[in-house]
């Protein structure tokens, strides 16, 4: 089971906003860079954000990254159809048992 | 600019051994400044990280995966590879290869990120 807790589902109507949390310790998201992933129907995830709010070329300023803490969230705005996806967090953790990247439980995200 | 894609077989017996090939095209597996991963996802279910090697043949693996796990690299083919023994179906899954960048700060903290990724490749463990 993942060390990284995202809520299972968000959903709002389209030019809405939504934003997903993943919460995590410090062990993990308290003392390590968050990145995000999308990842639409039957395809490979892709990288949304990375170094909790730098966004790679071509992806839009939609979307934006931040963390707090021991907890990080993802935030979109304008929401499309085409957002429909699977959204996941991503760190690395220092533990010795989950030593290693780590991934959040994931978020399915729904335009209404 | 960099692509991934894997290869292998898709069909593999329990308690064989899975072995995967991902070839990176459109720059050099030993450039630097990239990790090499192997990440999966149980049919429905969330991301893994297998673990990943640098070019020079460091390797990290994931702690659940460790004795069962064996990335590989060749610099010749532009190919990093995985080998997973002794599978069961709870090893079914798409398996996915990703560059990867890494560092750690001046503060000590870990930058970690996955772009690209191949196209994923699903491997059903079965008799």
């Known amino acids: 089971q993942s060390v990284l807790t995202q809520p299972p589902s968000v959903s709002a109507a389209p030019g809405q906003k939504v934003t997903i949390s993943c919460s995590g310790s410090s062990s993990n998201i308290g003392n390590n860079y968050v990145s995000w992933y999308q990842q639409l129907p039957g395809t490979a995830p892709k990288l949304l954000i990375y170094e909790n709010n730098k966004r790679p070329s071509g992806i839009p300023d939609r979307f934006s990254g931040s963390k707090s803490g021991t907890s990080a969230t993802l935030g979109i705005t304008g929401l499309q159809t085409g957002d429909e996806a699977d959204y996941y967090c991503g760190t690395w953790d220092s533990s010795l048992s989950a030593g290693g990247e780590v991934f959040g439980t994931g978020t399915k995200v729904t335009v209404l | 600019q960099v692509q991934l894609q894997e290869s292998g077989p898709g069909l593999v017996k329990p308690s064989q051994t899975l072995s995967l090939t991902c070839t990176v095209s459109g720059g050099s597996i030993s450039s630097g400044g990239y990790y090499w991963s192997w990440i999966r996802q149980h049919p429905g279910k969330g991301l893994e990280w297998i673990g990943y090697i640098y070019y020079s043949g460091s390797t990290y693996y994931n702690p659940s995966l460790k004795s069962r796990v064996t990335i590989s690299v060749d610099t010749s083919k532009n190919q990093f590879s995985l080998k997973l023994s002794s599978v069961t179906a709870a090893d079914t899954a798409v398996y996915y290869c990703?560059?990867?960048?890494?560092?750690?700060?001046?503060?000590?903290?870990?930058?970690?990120?996955?772009?690209?990724w191949g196209q994923g490749t699903l491997v059903t463990v079965s008799s």
């Open positions: 990703a560059g990867t960048r890494g560092y750690y700060d001046s503060s000590g903290y870990r930058n970690n990120w996955f772009d690209p």
